[in-house]
């Protein structure tokens, strides 16, 4: 990514969160940091920053997956950071087609963003509500949740319910359900 593209996308993240103060959507902390490409990397910059956030949050995780036959819906998971999603499962409580994730060509069509940069609130420029939003109810269970504005170099900590402002404001329609975890996978590697 070029300086003047970086740059552009602090900006778009800053810009958001300016928005979400706007809206009444309050969050706890926005943070600057390297650009990550997944919830590890992620969670390597928080702990830097414990003292000041503490560690009471959960990290979500984005999925974006399509059925590969039927219908052909999109859906966009949010789960937390630890699990490891049964997409079989997935697919039976969704009641869909087999489940296979969007390409990238599909992401910036319909998120306006790429892999490794994915957020809840891409959802703002797919205005056709063809993704369909599926949240984690165990998400609701943290007293706040790490997401990146828009850009994978800053992250904003808001409570599950600044959240669900959030998806209300834009009229949202939101499947919560538990998100199946992958039974017998070992989350803690044993010394």
């Given amino acids: 990514m070029s300086a003047q593209v970086k740059w552009e996308k602090i900006k778009e993240a800053r810009s958001f969160c300016e928005y979400l103060e706007e809206e009444k959507i309050e969050y706890q902390y926005c943070i600057k940091h390297p650009e990550v490409l997944?919830?590890?990397?992620?969670?390597?910059?928080y702990q830097r920053?414990?003292?000041?956030?503490?560690e009471s949050y959960g990290i979500c995780k984005h999925l974006v997956l399509r059925e590969r036959k039927g219908?052909?819906?999109?859906?966009?998971i949010v789960t937390d950071e630890n699990k490891s999603v049964d997409l079989k499962k997935l697919k039976e409580r969704l009641d869909c087609?087999?489940?296979?994730?969007?390409?990238?060509?599909e992401l910036e069509t319909f998120l306006k963003t790429y892999p490794g940069n994915v957020s809840i609130f891409h959802l703002?420029?797919?205005t056709e509500q063809k993704v369909n939003l599926v949240l984690d109810q165990e998400l609701l269970e943290?007293?706040?949740?790490?997401?990146?504005p828009?850009?994978?170099?800053?992250?904003?900590?808001?409570?599950?319910?600044?959240?669900?402002?959030?998806?209300?404001?834009?009229n949202r329609t939101v499947e919560m359900i538990e998100i199946p975890r992958i039974s017998g996978k070992?989350?803690?590697?044993?010394?």
Wanted: proline content about 3%; some cysteine.
């Fill in 38 to 45: 997944g919830c590890d990397e992620s969670k390597r910059y």
């Fill in 49 to 54: 920053f414990r003292d000041y956030i503490g």
């Fill in 71 to 76: 219908e052909k819906r999109y859906f966009l």
């Fill in 97 to 105: 087609g087999k489940l296979e994730f969007a390409s990238k060509e």
């Fill in 124 to 126: 703002l420029y797919e």
């Fill in 142 to 148: 943290y007293p706040s949740l790490a997401f990146h």
């Fill in 150 to 170: 828009l850009y994978n170099g800053m992250s904003v900590f808001l409570e599950p319910q600044e959240v669900i402002k959030f998806l209300q404001k834009m």
């Fill in 186 to 191: 070992c989350l803690v590697k044993e010394a």
